[in-house]
């Protein structure tokens, strides 16, 4: 089996600015505040009857050659929020995109109405997995904040299954929306960017 279709890569900087941790708590308990657990339901539904309509509408050709393009511009933004967020970089998605997260998509397969709206049932495994790998990376996020709030460095090791996690997730939403027929894996070894000098 070759490379997924869907590879993100970070490039989490060697020094961290510790006031960036101060603004993602107050972020994140915005977000939280706002019934954050709902969207995503609201989302995890939703993924697979909006791919369902496109692909009864336009058929699966034009669905990955016009929508999968824009599905996947609306993922690399929130792939790089999200690595905002989990500490893997200081750089918010507005200020500078693309710099030090890269999410490529190999938009591919031959979704039909009836496969995207299956993926509502066949996610459900991935995404269990991801609850439990979520769950971890939420202690290691105490972890890295506290280093970096102490050494203003977050260690590889939380860094790397900060990653792998944040990893899993887009593969799962690739997979979810039908741009890609490859169910989620978890592949070792990491593929993040080495730490860059650059601050």
Same mark, same amino acid.
């Given at each position: 089996? @070759?490379?997924?279709? $869907? ?6 900087? +060697? ?5 960036? =941790?101060?603004?993602?708590? *107050?972020?994140?308990? /915005? %977000?939280?505040? =706002?019934?954050? !657990?709902?969207?995503?339901?609201? =989302? ?15 058929? /699966?050709?034009?669905?990955? !050659?016009?929508?999968? +393009?824009?599905?996947?511009? =609306? ?9 905002? *967020? ?6 918010? +998605? ?6 030090? $997260? ?7 397969? #031959?979704?039909?109405? #009836? !496969? ?9 495994? /991935?995404?269990?997995? *991801? ?14 904040? $506290?280093?970096?709030? /102490? %050494?203003?460095?977050? +260690?590889? @090791? %939380?860094?790397?299954?900060? #990653? ?13 929306? !039908? ?13 993040? *960017?080495?730490?860059?000098?650059? $601050?």
């Amino acid at each position: 089996m @070759g490379p997924h279709p $869907v590879c993100l890569r970070i490039d989490t900087p +060697p020094r961290m600015d510790r006031v960036q =941790v101060l603004i993602r708590i *107050l972020l994140l308990a /915005a %977000v939280g505040s =706002v019934g954050c !657990s709902s969207v995503y339901w609201l =989302v995890y539904l939703a993924l697979p009857a909006v791919a369902a309509l496109v692909v009864s509408q336009k058929g /699966a050709e034009r669905y990955l !050659s016009e929508d999968a +393009p824009r599905i996947a511009r =609306v993922l690399r933004w929130v792939a790089a929020a999200y690595a905002y *967020l989990w500490l893997l970089t200081d750089d918010f +998605p507005m200020s500078n995109p693309g710099r030090r $997260v890269i999410l490529e998509i190999d938009a591919g397969g #031959a979704p039909t109405i #009836a !496969s995207a709206l299956a993926r509502a049932m066949t996610s459900l495994p /991935a995404l269990v997995f *991801l609850a439990v790998l979520s769950v971890a990376a939420a202690l290691l996020w105490l972890v890295g904040a $506290v280093s970096i709030l /102490a %050494v203003q460095r977050i +260690p590889k @090791g %939380v860094s790397d299954f900060l #990653a792998l996690t944040l990893r899993y997730q887009f593969r799962l939403l690739a997979y979810h929306s !039908s741009i890609v027929d490859r169910y989620p894996s978890v592949e070792l070894p990491l593929t993040n *960017l080495p730490h860059s000098d650059a $601050v």
